[in-house]
Nanobody, 114 residues
Framework: QVQLVESGGGLVQSGGSLRLSCTAT????????VGWYRQAPGKQRELVAE???????NYADSVKGRFVISRDNAKRTVYLQMNSLKPEDTAVYYC????????WGQGTQVTVSS
């Protein structure tokens, strides 16, 4: 059974930083594309950042220069370092793994106060 377990969300002031982590079990991690999506109230889920099995990285324009995605295959974990956070970054953040299918974590709330 595939499980993606996220941690690291919370409440932070505008301009602050948070680091999200997501650990995968039950599936081959190395070689899979992993990433982060977010969904704000009343909005569609959107891609934040993803990193392929060979290390190619894609960021949403809204987070370029502020967020950094990385992975540790030995720990089966993907990270999202979020800096210079803005109130518009407030959302539930979901970990995603792509390997034949899409797999999702349970989501972690990130709230940025102004």
């Amino acid at each position: 059974q595939v499980q993606l377990v996220e941690s690291g969300g919370g409440l932070v002031q505008s301009g602050g930083s948070l680091r999200l982590s997501c650990t995968a079990t039950g599936i081959i991690f190395s070689g899979s594309t992993v990433g982060w999506y977010r969904q704000a109230p009343g909005k569609q889920r959107e891609l934040v950042a993803e990193i392929t099995g060979v290390g190619r990285i894609n960021y949403a324009d809204s987070v370029k220069g502020r967020f950094v995605i990385s992975r540790d295959n030995a720990k089966r974990t993907v990270y999202l370092q979020m800096n210079s956070l803005k109130p518009e970054d407030t959302a539930v953040y979901y970990c995603n793994l792509q390997r034949a299918n899409y797999y999702w974590g349970q989501g972690t709330q990130v709230t940025v106060s102004s």
